[in-house]
């Protein structure tokens, strides 16, 4: 069974910046699409940005674009998750998302991905 590791949450100021990694346990594991999450408290888990592996397509929630940048070492099988300029509402357990399903695309909603880190805390706060 495949296992994702996040890292790199914390408590920030508004304005500042975290790197989110996420390492797979299994560096021979073929992906097809990785992607970052968050969920605040009392809300669903949203999409914030994905890359797909075939042609390295990114996407990110209106919310993030602009601030938060996604990318991959394909060798250690890690994603990153770059945010900067971060808000109070960026506060949330961030969790990585693993296709291992073939696909040409990536994706900002939670069913087409079938493993999951245990996710990390981001508190944005003055």
């Known amino acids: 069974q495949l296992q994702l590791v996040e890292s790199g949450g914390g408590l920030v100021q508004p304005g500042g910046s975290l790197r989110l990694s996420c390492a797979a346990s299994d560096s021979t594991f073929v992906y097809y699409a990785l992607a970052w999450f968050r969920q605040a408290p009392g809300r669903e888990r949203e999409g914030v940005s994905c890359i797909a592996d075939s042609n390295e397509v990114t996407k990110y929630a209106d919310s993030v674009k602009g601030r938060f940048t996604i990318s991959r070492d394909s060798a250690k099988r890690t994603v990153f998750l770059q945010m900067n300029s971060l808000k109070p509402e960026d506060t949330g357990v961030y969790y990585c998302?693993?296709?291992?399903?073939?696909?040409?695309?990536?994706?900002?909603?939670?069913?087409?991905?079938?493993?999951w880190g245990q996710g990390t805390q981001v508190t944005v706060s003055s």
């Open positions: 998302a693993w296709r291992s399903f073939a696909s040409t695309n990536c994706f900002l909603t939670t069913n087409p991905y079938n493993h």
